[in-house]
């Protein structure tokens, strides 16, 4: 009997059994330095906890982030002709060129903090299929789109923020978490860009319309990812995979790019055990997600704007928790005296 012919989703499948693990004596190392430090045990808080993320997944005692990079994902969806948006699909494309020229919110958070920022353009012109009366990608197109995402990461990097542009893809994200999660349209659906009353409800009818439509056919995550998600949210799919092989931790952005993290984590939970919330966003949803995921945001600024900004804010602090572990001065080097036993 012949093998059964495999289908590009498996090679998606083969690669998450490859995945790395932790390297628990980086973690251990952190841990004794930590103690050494010029401060009370615990006084950090979270920070010296992202100082141990980051340990075990770089596999280096002593962390760092000295190149950062911030990418964001661009992508247009079909959907938005069912008037789901409150701004017009062109935006699209004028954000790509606010980006080139540096004029959006992300490129001073990059400049600010010191992080590389990198733009994708997938396909931007071409919106994907209406996911209310068909696939938004078929099972080629899905997977070649997360080895595009993969690449994003080819020219190096220590830290990687993901965050995504596109109109209507908050559209995309809550069609993607009914279908994962189940519940009602209402409850994953939010006013994403300033939805009026009358939006709101057209686009909760276009999560229940994709998602009676597809029916039965999203029982496998990434079935969901083809048939409902974006190009960007493959995409930050396949980045995210790629830094789990390459030892980079992940800092993820707000409600659609918790989306393409939703989707591995369907797949397998460790699949995220590399990346963590960069914030909470204000789209309603998103903390009911991140619990699912068991990820505590580090930043609740009440954002919603995407492009990986929260993210990118998160990656500051990031940054901070490496440079504090690795140069404070120990109680030795600095001759304080330690706590009494």
């Given at each position: ?36 430090l010029?401060k ?29 990079l ?55 012109d ?5 996911i ?36 209507g ?23 994403g860009t300033?939805?009026?009353?009358e ?17 039965d ?125």
């Amino acid at each position: 009997m012949s093998d059964a012919v495999s289908s590009p989703f498996d090679d998606i499948r083969r690669l998450i059994t490859t995945m790395p693990g932790p390297d628990e004596a980086a973690v251990e190392a952190v841990r004794m330095r930590d103690r050494q430090l010029t401060k009370p045990a615990g006084s950090l808080g979270r920070l010296e906890w992202v100082a141990e993320w980051l340990a075990a997944w770089q596999a280096k005692p002593v962390p760092s982030v000295d190149r950062p990079l911030v990418c964001v994902f661009a992508g247009s969806h079909g959907v938005t002709a069912k008037g789901v948006s409150a701004f017009p699909s062109e935006v699209n494309r004028q954000m790509l060129e606010n980006f080139a020229a540096g004029g959006a919110a992300i490129n001073q958070i990059c400049a600010a903090y010191g992080l590389g920022f990198k733009v994708f353009d997938l396909a931007i012109d071409m919106p994907t299929g209406d996911i209310t009366e068909g696939d938004a990608m078929d099972e080629k197109a899905c997977v070649a789109t997360m080895a595009f995402g993969m690449e994003a990461i080819a020219g190096g990097t220590d830290l990687l923020a993901i965050g995504e542009m596109g109109i209507g893809n908050t559209t995309i994200a809550a069609a993607i978490y009914k279908a994962l999660y189940g519940g009602s349209a209402e409850h994953w659906v939010g006013r994403g860009t300033g939805l009026d009353d009358e939006g709101l409800k057209r686009k909760v009818a276009a999560v229940e319309a994709a998602i009676a439509h597809h029916g039965d056919n999203l029982k496998d995550p990434l079935e969901v990812l083809r048939r409902l998600g974006g190009r960007e949210i493959a995409a930050m799919a396949g980045a995210i995979l790629a830094a789990r092989l390459q030892r980079i931790p992940v800092v993820l952005d707000g409600y659609v790019a918790t989306a393409a993290a939703a989707v591995l984590h369907a797949i397998h939970p460790s699949t995220l055990d590399h990346c963590i919330a960069g914030h909470l966003s204000a789209e309603g949803a998103h903390q009911d997600v991140l619990g699912r995921l068991g990820k505590i945001p580090l930043l609740a600024l009440g954002m919603r704007l995407g492009e990986g900004s929260g993210a990118a804010l998160a990656a500051g602090l990031v940054k901070a928790a490496a440079a504090i572990h690795r140069d404070m001065a120990t109680f030795g080097q600095a001759g304080v005296s330690e706590r009494l036993s």
